[in-house]
């Protein structure tokens, strides 16, 4: 089956500084990944549509200059959290879909642990 | 039993009963729905599921039911195994839309 990964899994930071997580997408060319960001004991909150080649389109109320993503080949997508506080701390997770896949074609990643101190 | 309040609704079930999750989903036009398992920092894991035409759908242990006239969606998983513990979510589609909506959640815990 189509695989996902996410690098790092863990990330503990600074407040201030800037973390870049990354999606790869393992065994197929995914033209649209999703950055989804998770808290405690809460649901999946999609926070951006990454497409290959062009701008990433944000849902309402996510900064994307806060929150930014590059989708530069087909099998890579990168957020980077610039200038992270702890409130930015979470649980962040993406998702891959596969084109030549109908109906159940977005595959997750196994996520990422952001704490900002 | 069923607990709901501040931390996700959890569902308590002995071993090798039967559990039953629900989902209310809130898109009318949705047409597709998957439900998904999460353990433990880990991502979602597919697990089962409907398109609209259907109203129940059979996997290996689960079975998902679709009453579209109260937007409602269940999960039954059969003879729960310790292994079932997990955060269970419903998530809800629109066909030539690629954007997921999930549900809140529910937290099964099985007691061994």
């Known amino acids: 089956g189509a695989v996902v990964s996410q690098h790092p899994s863990r990330v503990i930071c600074k407040s201030g500084t800037s973390v870049k997580i990354e999606c790869r997408s393992l065994d197929f060319q995914a033209t649209t990944m999703f950055w989804y960001r998770q808290f405690p004991k809460k649901s999946l909150m999609l926070m951006a549509t990454?497409?290959?080649?062009?701008?990433?389109?944000?849902e309402q109320g996510v900064e994307k200059d806060k929150f930014l993503i590059n989708h530069a080949s087909l099998t890579l997508s990168t957020l980077t959290v610039t200038s992270a506080h702890p409130e930015d701390s979470s649980f962040y997770i993406c998702s891959a879909r596969d084109p030549s896949v109908s109906y159940n074609e977005q595959f997750f990643g196994p996520g990422t642990r952001l704490t900002v101190l | 039993g069923e607990s709901v309040g501040l931390h996700l609704p959890t569902l308590s079930v002995q071993e090798g009963d039967n559990s039953i999750i629900n989902c209310a989903y809130s898109?009318?036009?949705?047409?597709?729905f998957i439900w998904y398992k999460q353990e433990s920092g880990k991502g979602p894991q597919f697990i089962i599921d409907?398109?609209?035409?259907?109203d129940k759908r059979q996997g290996q242990r689960v079975t998902v039911l679709l009453n579209k006239t109260v937007k409602h969606l269940s999960l039954q998983i059969a003879a729960t195994q310790p292994g079932d513990s997990a955060v269970y979510f419903c998530?809800?589609?629109?066909?030539?839309?690629?954007?997921?909506?999930f549900g809140k959640g529910n937290q099964v815990v099985v007691i061994p």
């Open positions: 409907i398109r609209s035409n259907m």
């Open positions: 998530a809800e589609k629109v066909n030539g839309n690629n954007r997921l909506a």
């Open positions: 898109n009318s036009a949705s047409d597709y």
């Open positions: 990454s497409n290959e080649g062009s701008k990433a389109t944000y």
